[in-house]
Every structure is written in C-alpha cells, then in structure tokens.
C-alpha cells in the first residue's frame, strides 16, 4: 500500500494486529482550533481497507504505545504540554471481532513520561516514570481501576513478562540509585488476587569481584518453569560491549 503524506505531515504510526491486519494512525486537523483529530484505517492481511474511524483528542495530544492482546488493540495518547496544565492520559481499545471502540481517559494516571505499556486482556501494565526513577502501574479496563505497584524502592523495569498460565505478571526490576546494580528482583503480581511478592536474584548472578550486573530478561517456558537470562560485564570490559 501507498500512503500519501504532505509536506508538513506527522510521521504514521502502526500497530501490528497479527492475522487481523494492520492498522494505520496518524494526526490531522481538527475544525475546533484546541482539539486534535487522529484518523484510523485498518488493513487486512492482504493490505485491503476494512475499516475507519476518527478520535478527536485535545491539541498536542501525542500517541505513546500500542498493545494487542487476544481480541483487544489498546493504544495509550498522552497530553503532557503545556505543562503547566495538567497531564491527561487516555487509553483507546479497539475490539477485533466487531472493530467497535472507545476511549477512556485514565484520570488517576499523573505522570508526564509514560514509555510503554503491556496486556493480558483488559489487564494493562504501564510502564512511566522520570529522569530517576521508574513507574508501574496496574490498570483493568473493564472496572477503571488503577493500581500502583507500591513503594519498594527507586526502581529501574527490565522487563515485564505476562504468564497467562498463573494469571501473573513477571516483571523485573533493578535499584534506580545504584550506579551499577548487583543484581535483578524478580516482582510477581498476581492479577485476579491482587497479591505481589518480590524475590531478589542478586546472589543468583556472578555479580561478586570482578563481575559486573548488566541486564535480565524473563521467558515463560510452561506453568512452573520460568526461564531467566541474563548478561554481565568484567571489570575490565565495564566501558565496553563485551558482554557474557
């Protein structure tokens, strides 16, 4: 497919929606000078056009992340400026089997950096946070319910894993203050209970002497057995990419 662009357009943006196509997004004028008008088109597998529809936003509202799960797309806008209005955050979800949407501002949501978000269903992980440290939050969709991850200590994400076999989120965290962190914690929150714990695999990793902390990733392998990977650095390749 061809799409035209004008001079002073906006980049498009896509979502990948697997074997339901593609969706296509961009930004356009609106008639109401405070307001913002994003068109969405979506393609099929073979590039046909299925379907349209236009969201109008606040002016400088920005698109931030997409996530598809299942038979939802969810896309999360954010308007942060000017700043010294408040940041408000809004979250569209497109249901694929009958291209029905709609869109909800997330009220409770404050922060002006929001960088990714994640989704099990109508759970929702978002991922923010600030020049020092980071930010998880916990939204369900079909109740509007926001929860925060808590105060554990400054933290880093790593990475956020879903495991649909334990209704769980896997997600890793590092010590946002640490110059070199030792170590990775492991966070499990338990979407249907709402309970969290934390395990620290700092003495899991060669972390000890010359070995420096470099980064984790998780992998869901089966309903008991989580794969953990990581890599690190030697003191003397700390300033290099020379990883193990």
């Known amino acids: 497919i061809e799409l035209e662009s004008a001079k002073d357009q906006n980049d498009y943006q896509f979502a990948n929606m697997q074997e339901e196509g593609v969706l296509v997004f961009y930004p356009t004028d609106s008639p ?19 379907y349209h529809f236009t969201i109008v936003f606040p002016l400088y ?25 408040s940041v408000r955050n809004f979250l569209v979800t497109i249901q694929l089997s009958d291209h029905h949407y709609n869109i909800r501002e997330i009220r409770e949501l404050q922060n002006r950096e929001v960088y990714e978000i994640f989704s099990i269903d109508d759970e929702i992980v978002i991922h923010a946070g600030d020049n020092k440290k980071d930010s998880i939050y916990f939204y369900h969709n079909d109740l509007d319910k926001l929860y925060s991850l808590g105060d554990i200590f400054p933290y880093r994400m790593e990475f956020c894993v879903p495991d649909t076999f334990n209704h769980r989120w896997l997600i890793g965290l ?23 714990r934390i395990q620290n695999f ?11 902390y470099n980064s984790a990733r998780a992998m869901v392998i089966n309903a008991d057995t989580t794969l953990l990977l990581g890599t690190y650095n030697t003191l003397q390749d700390r300033y290099s990419s020379n990883l193990h």
């Open 174 to 196: 590092t010590q946002a203050k640490s110059e070199d962190p030792s170590g990775v914690f492991l966070y499990e929150y338990n979407f249907l209970t709402r309970k969290a």
């Open 32 to 50: 109401n000078p405070d307001s913002l008008s994003w068109v969405f088109v979506h393609y099929d597998t073979n590039f046909q056009k299925n």
């Open 61 to 85: 509202t920005e698109y931030i992340s997409y996530s598809k799960s299942n038979n939802y797309l969810y896309l999360f806008f954010q308007k942060r400026f000017p700043k010294k209005e």
């Open 202 to 212: 700092q003495d899991k990793t060669p972390n000890k002497g010359d070995h420096i």
